[in-house]
């Protein structure tokens, strides 16, 4: 393994995220203010417990997990998308480092930069409600598995991407509509059986519902369900990933 690769491709990224470090605190922050007005008093309002929580601590967990998946895709899809577009990419691939090592590189800065979003929502939302978490190790395995694999997804998106209109497709057409739709600002249980059972095919809902439960102790499916769902999605990313380099796919001209 080249480690210094790794590292050059890491830092290389990370780079380019603090050279724009105000905008992407302050972007996240006043998301975050505005759903809480919008979601937490005009609703919350109407609404004021949803199984025993408050309505506005119980929105922060899909919140998170809105923010995470699409700031992983979208920096994992530019990271490698960018050096695709210029041809520097073809600088890496005739360089002595492995697809792995430059999976890692991409990812791992993309997955970094989504958990400081993740935690940077977190602590905007303990300004405005009280919260607890009643499982913090679980909370950080499912902030770090949704990070590494969103970001791996992203990484593929980046190199399907024929241009920059398509790195936001699969992010606002696609992956906002399946948080919204998948238990982000409501239980599962509110909505009537037959929609209960359709929503069930959102793969969304899982981790959205064992992120969740690491907060609350609470949750609409069985969390080792939660756990092998977003396994099962990080191994296929890999898997696609994996055959992309084999087969050169979108890469090589």
């Given at each position: 393994?080249?480690?210094?690769?790794?590292?050059?491709?890491?830092r290389?990224?990370?780079?380019?995220?603090?050279?724009?470090?105000m905008?992407?605190?302050l972007?996240?922050?006043?998301?975050?203010?505005?759903?809480?007005?919008?979601?937490?008093?005009?609703?919350?309002?109407?609404?004021?417990?949803?199984?025993?929580?408050?309505y506005?601590?119980?929105i922060?967990?899909?919140?998170?997990?809105?923010?995470?998946m699409?700031?992983?895709?979208?920096?994992?899809?530019?990271?490698?998308?960018?050096?695709?577009?210029?041809?520097?990419?073809?600088?890496?691939?005739?360089?002595?480092?492995?697809?792995?090592?430059?999976?890692?590189?991409?990812v791992?800065?993309?997955?970094t930069k989504?958990?400081?979003?993740?935690?940077?929502?977190?602590?905007?939302?303990?300004?405005?409600?009280?919260?607890?978490?009643?499982?913090?190790?679980?909370m950080?395995?499912?902030?770090?598995?949704?990070?590494?694999?969103?970001?791996?997804?992203?990484?593929?998106?980046?190199?399907?991407?024929?241009?920059?209109?398509?790195?936001?497709?699969?992010?606002?057409?696609?992956?906002?509509?399946l948080?919204?739709?998948?238990?982000?600002?409501?239980?599962?249980?509110?909505?009537?059986?037959?929609?209960?059972?359709?929503?069930?095919?959102?793969?969304?809902?899982y981790?959205?519902s064992?992120?969740?439960?690491?907060?609350?102790?609470?949750?609409?499916?069985?969390?080792?369900?939660s756990?092998?769902?977003?396994?099962?999605f990080?191994?296929?990313?890999?898997?696609?990933?994996?055959?992309?380099f084999?087969?050169?796919?979108?890469?090589?001209?």
């Amino acid at each position: 393994m080249n480690w210094t690769a790794v590292a050059s491709i890491y830092r290389f990224e990370m780079a380019r995220f603090f050279r724009t470090l105000m905008q992407s605190f302050l972007s996240p922050v006043m998301s975050t203010s505005l759903y809480f007005v919008v979601f937490g008093a005009a609703i919350g309002s109407r609404i004021d417990q949803v199984e025993g929580i408050a309505y506005g601590a119980f929105i922060v967990p899909g919140l998170i997990m809105l923010s995470v998946m699409t700031q992983a895709i979208s920096n994992a899809s530019f990271g490698i998308y960018f050096p695709k577009f210029i041809g520097t990419i073809y600088e890496l691939l005739s360089a002595p480092v492995n697809f792995l090592e430059i999976v890692l590189g991409y990812v791992g800065a993309a997955a970094t930069k989504a958990l400081f979003i993740g935690v940077v929502i977190m602590a905007t939302a303990a300004l405005f409600v009280d919260l607890t978490i009643a499982h913090p190790l679980a909370m950080i395995l499912f902030l770090l598995l949704t990070c590494l694999s969103f970001a791996l997804l992203g990484f593929i998106i980046g190199i399907w991407a024929g241009n920059f209109e398509q790195l936001q497709l699969v992010p606002l057409m696609i992956v906002t509509p399946l948080v919204f739709l998948g238990g982000s600002f409501y239980s599962i249980s509110m909505l009537p059986p037959i929609w209960q059972k359709i929503t069930m095919f959102n793969p969304v809902v899982y981790l959205i519902s064992g992120f969740r439960w690491a907060f609350f102790d609470t949750a609409d499916v069985p969390v080792g369900l939660s756990l092998l769902a977003i396994g099962g999605f990080t191994t296929l990313c890999l898997a696609v990933i994996w055959w992309i380099f084999k087969t050169g796919w979108r890469i090589r001209s």
